[in-house]
C-alpha cells in the first residue's frame, strides 16, 4: 500500500514527465509522454489528464491517496488563481490550466513556475534542507533561479522573482531572448557558450568539437565534458569565461540578500560540476564582500530533474497544509 502522494508534472513543449511521489517513498512512478507543441489547449490539457490517469494504472494507487496535481511551468505563474501568464516554449498566454485540468480530473490541481518548484525540492527534499536564505541557479538554455528567504519560496509582488537570467551583465553586450541585451544568460547559459565556441571554430580555430560543428550536430553537456576531458583549449576557455561571469554576479546577488547557501543545478553544471564550480567559487570570492560570503556554501544540487518533482511535495503542503 502506498502512502499519501502527490502527482508532480513538468511541462514541456515536446514532452512532459509525471510522477507519482511522496516524502517517505520518494518517486514511486514516472510517465514521460510525448506532446503536441502546436496541439490547441484542450488537447494539451487532456494530454495532462492522460499522464495522471496512466500514472494512476501503474501504481495501482487509490485515488484518494492523491491530494494533489502540481504542475512545473516553464513560465510566468500566479499559483493563487492557476493563470499561466506567459510561457512561450508552451505557446500559452493568460491561460487558466487549473480551471481546465480540473474539469477532466478529481483532484486540486496546483501550479508553479518549474524554477521555483526546484529550488523548493531542493530545499525540502536536496542539498539544501539546512538553508534558511538560499538561491538554486540553473545553467541550461538559459539561466533560471529560485529564492529560498526565511525557509520559503520568495515569489515578489508578481510572482516573478528569482529571473536571474535577465539581470544586465554587460551593457550594449548579446541579444537576448527576451529582446533586451546583455542580459546574463545571453553570455553565460550554455547556449550562449555553446554559440562562442561554435563561432571559434568555424573562425578556424582547433577543437575536439570541431566534427560535431562541421556535421551540424548539437553539442550537448556530455559533448562539453568529453572535450573537457581531454582538455580542449577552446571549450576551456569559453566555460572558464562563463564561470568567472556566474561567480560575479552570485557575488553580486550574495552582497544584497546576504544568503547562506548556493545551489548550482541544471545539465551543464550537472555534467561539469567538478570542473565548473571551483572556477565560480574564484570568481566568486574574487568579487563578494568578505561578510557576505561568511559561512555561505556553494554547493551542487544531485537532484536533475526530480528537483521540480519533489518540490510538488512542498508545494502541497503551503497552498493545501497536507503532508504527504
Ligand atoms: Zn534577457
Avoid: W
Wanted: glycine fraction near 12%.
Amino acid at each position: 500500500m502506498h502512502k499519501d502522494s502527490v502527482i508532480s508534472i513538468d511541462m514541456g513543449g515536446t514532452k512532459v514527465l509525471g510522477c507519482v511521489a511522496n516524502s517517505k517513498e520518494g518517486i514511486i512512478a514516472r510517465v514521460k509522454k510525448p506532446t503536441d507543441p502546436n496541439s490547441s489547449r484542450k488537447k494539451y490539457v487532456h494530454q495532462l489528464a492522460e499522464v495522471v490517469f496512466d500514472l494512476i494504472e501503474k501504481t495501482h494507487i487509490n485515488k484518494k491517496k492523491i491530494k494533489a496535481v502540481c504542475l512545473g511551468v516553464p513560465g510566468t505563474v500566479n499559483p493563487e488563481t492557476g493563470v499561466i501568464g506567459l510561457a512561450p516554449n508552451l505557446g500559452l498566454k493568460n491561460f487558466n490550466i487549473k480551471k481546465m485540468l480540473e474539469a477532466e480530473i478529481p483532484f486540486p490541481v496546483l501550479i508553479e513556475n518549474d524554477v521555483n518548484l526546484g529550488a523548493l525540492g531542493i530545499k525540502t527534499f536536496g542539498v539544501g534542507k539546512k538553508a534558511h536564505n538560499m538561491l538554486a541557479v540553473f545553467v541550461g538554455t538559459g539561466i533560471g533561479g529560485g529564492l529560498i528567504i526565511n525557509g520559503k519560496l520568495y515569489r515578489g509582488s508578481n510572482y516573478v522573482a528569482g529571473e536571474i537570467g535577465h539581470m544586465l551583465v554587460e551593457k550594449n553586450g548579446p541579444k537576448c531572448g527576451c529582446g533586451r541585451k546583455g542580459c546574463f544568460e545571453a553570455i553565460a547559459s550554455r547556449t550562449s557558450i555553446v554559440n562562442k565556441i561554435i563561432k571559434d571554430i568555424k573562425s578556424g580555430k582547433r577543437s575536439t568539437l570541431s566534427k560535431l560543428v562541421k556535421n551540424k550536430e548539437r553539442i550537448r553537456s556530455k559533448s562539453l565534458l568529453n572535450a573537457v576531458k581531454k582538455k580542449d583549449k577552446i571549450v576551456c576557455k569559453r566555460i572558464t569565461e562563463g564561470c568567472d561571469v556566474i561567480g560575479g554576479v552570485l557575488a553580486s546577488i550574495s552582497n544584497l540578500l546576504n544568503l547562506d547557501m548556493l545551489v548550482l543545478g541544471g545539465g551543464m553544471i550537472e555534467a561539469l560540476d567538478f570542473y565548473m564550480l571551483p572556477l565560480i567559487k574564484e570568481s566568486f570570492n574574487e568579487h563578494v564582500l568578505n561578510d557576505s560570503a561568511k559561512g555561505l556554501k556553494i554547493v551542487a544540487s544531485k537532484l536533475g530533474d526530480d528537483a521540480a518533482i519533489f518540490g510538488g511535495i512542498a508545494l502541497a503542503e503551503e497552498f493545501l497544509g497536507v503532508r504527504v
